[in-house]
């Protein structure tokens, strides 16, 4: 069965800090990986996508890296400001077929403090 | 201003009620979802159509039905069959491309059934 699992759940951070957020995976065969914020009572908005061939995608402070050996990723925040407080989603998608079949993760809840 | 909505944000209803949540997009993507969201929960697939007049059922369809007789339109029916329809409902749309498809989420609506 196609599983992610995000880590940790829940991250308390101050303002300006960094973090870094995990996502493991067991889903065949891989397609690509996504990562959303996710802010409270919204839909999610992605963040970064990565296919097999990449392993390090940068989208302003959010770097989201791949190792497909080890099925890991990543999310890494610079400087966090207030506005990152939001849930963060991993997705994995498996290509079976002509369809693309995501799995997503539980989340991670952040909160940044001033 | 190109995108996908969801109506309305907030629905109550009463228990044995039928609802129908809508989702709109004007991306013109072939293929939609609706996944629902329960408090620390992935998202659940319940349906998803790739093609006009076609859809599939997801992971947790009972309770559930859906029609696509437009590329725009996606609406969900929550049936008095759903045992705990309450929930965040979020509708999704999608291109595929050479990279994978990514999906793109409406704001969501919050159904309260008591």
């Known amino acids: 069965k196609n599983q992610v699992e995000q880590s940790p759940q829940s991250l308390i951070i101050l303002e300006g800090k960094n973090c870094t957020l995990q996502?493991?995976?067991?889903?065949?065969?891989?397609?690509?990986l996504r990562w959303y914020k996710q802010d409270t009572g919204r839909g999610p908005v992605s963040l970064t996508i990565?296919?097999?061939?990449?392993n390090t995608k940068s989208n302003g402070r959010y770097t989201a890296t791949l190792d497909a050996d080890t099925k890991q990723s990543s999310l890494h925040i610079t400087a966090s400001q207030l506005s990152d407080s939001a849930s963060y989603i991993c997705?994995?998608?498996?290509?079976?077929?002509?369809?693309?079949?995501?799995?997503f993760g539980r989340g991670t809840s952040l909160i940044v403090h001033p | 201003d190109g995108g996908i909505t969801q109506s309305p944000k907030y629905l109550f209803r009463k228990e044995g009620q039928n609802v129908t949540l809508s989702c709109e997009q004007n991306?013109?993507?072939?293929?939609m979802y609706w996944y629902r969201q329960d408090p620390g929960q992935g998202l659940r697939l319940i349906y998803y159509?790739?093609?006009?007049?076609?859809?599939q059922k997801g992971d947790i369809a009972e309770g559930y039905s859906v029609s696509r007789e437009k590329k725009e339109s996606f609406p969900l029916t929550v049936t008095s069959a759903q045992k705990n329809p309450t929930a965040f409902y979020l509708c999704?749309?999608?291109?595929?491309?050479?990279?994978?498809?990514?999906?793109?989420f409406g704001p969501g609506t919050r159904l309260t059934v008591t």
């Open positions: 997705v994995v998608s498996a290509r079976t077929g002509g369809s693309y079949i995501p799995t």
């Open positions: 991306l013109n993507h072939d293929a």
């Open positions: 999704a749309s999608s291109i595929d491309d050479i990279r994978g498809y990514e999906q793109y």
């Open positions: 990565m296919t097999f061939s990449e």
């Open positions: 996502c493991n995976y067991t889903v065949s065969p891989f397609s690509n």
């Open positions: 159509s790739q093609i006009v007049n076609d859809f």
